[in-house]
């Protein structure tokens, strides 16, 4: 029988219990402001500064979000660069991390080396621009996804899940004539499915917030991913200089404060939709690829 806590034990849970309730208000607050100020007026807004329950519900900044195509346009190519960059990222990661994960591979430690120097060291930004003009991949979605396709920190953490699966489930699978194809995808992928669920979020969320490669190597204002055109409604509504070429003769400039929240919702739902199917598997990916090195 499980004897009742002491008045101490209480009284700890207790504070725990507070401290805790305490810490997710203040984590959960901001985001409940911001979409709350996004759907409140300008007026009402600027008289409270901080809005939980609007007392006039408006849609007025998201009229003016979506108040030309080119929004969604703009959505439909951070849609399209997340789904293929994810799905290439996530072939060419693996493919690497499963070659590094094999002890008998000649000059493995050689490869690692490089891989950690380019998380500590990198050419720079004018070095890859001309790197990225040479492969001619300038005004090409594909400047968005080949020079980050493979990150070192995702591959890591990949090489270390496959070094933890069971050797024999290999050689087992040697013994029945399977080759290191079949092994790859038979085998260590099915079993690896809760670190490729962590590395492909990883990997969309950072194609999802493309925003700076998109300025480099992207002229063409029709091809800009979303979250450049976010940020051009955002300058816009601040009554900066912003190139509005890409937004055609019908946009009208929105209120400030309440399109600036409304643009952080537009950034954010995608990723926050996805995230509870992935959810299950993200903490257990992410701890047991980081268990050995």
Known sequence: MIQDKSLGSRIFDGINYTLLLLIALVTILPFVHVIAGSFTTVTELAQKQFVIIPTVW????????FSTNVIFKSLGVSVGVTLFGTLFSMFLTALMAYGLSRRDLDGRKTIMFMVLF??????????????????????????????????????????N?????????????????????????????????????????????????TYFQAILYLNDASK????????????LASGLAADTSGFGDDYVRPPEQTVKMAVIVVATLPILIVYPFLQKHFAKGALLGSIKG
């Open 58 to 65: 408006s849609l007025d900044a998201y009229k003016y979000i």
């Open 224 to 235: 800009w991913p979303v979250q450049v055109i976010l940020r051009q409604i955002v300058v």
């Open 118 to 159: 380019t998380m500590l060291f990198s050419g720079g930004m004018i070095p890859t621009f001309l790197v990225v003009k040479e492969m001619g991949l300038i005004d090409s979605y594909a400047a968005l996804i080949v020079p980050t396709a493979i990150n070192a920190f995702n591959l890591i953490i990949m090489r």
């Open 161 to 209: 899940f496959f070094q933890n699966l069971p050797e024999g489930l290999e050689e087992s699978a040697k013994i029945d004539g399977c080759g290191d194809w079949g092994i790859l995808f038979r085998i260590v992928i099915p079993l690896s499915m809760p670190a490729i669920a962590t590395i492909s979020l990883f990997y969309a969320v950072t194609y999802w917030n």
